[in-house]
């Protein structure tokens, strides 16, 4: 699979601290005062059953 055009440069620049290939990344932009108060977590967009893609990995969870 091929990178998503517009977020190449952030790929490429996060490529060593990726243990495996991706196409795409979604990011949670945060000031710094919003990052000191959410504390040491980590983002997963598709949390709580939402996200764009949620019905893909629903239905591959399935055929498993």
Do not use: W
């Not at 932009?29 to 959410?38: D, F, I, L, N, Y």
């Amino acid at each position: 699979m091929r990178p998503l055009q517009r977020q190449k440069l952030i790929l490429n620049h996060f490529r060593d601290y990726i243990p495996s290939p991706i196409h795409a990344i979604d990011l949670k932009c945060m000031t710094p005062q919003q990052a000191q108060t959410a504390g040491d977590t980590v983002f997963h967009p598709h949390a709580g059953g939402t996200g764009i893609h949620i019905k893909r990995i629903q239905k591959h969870q399935n055929k498993e």
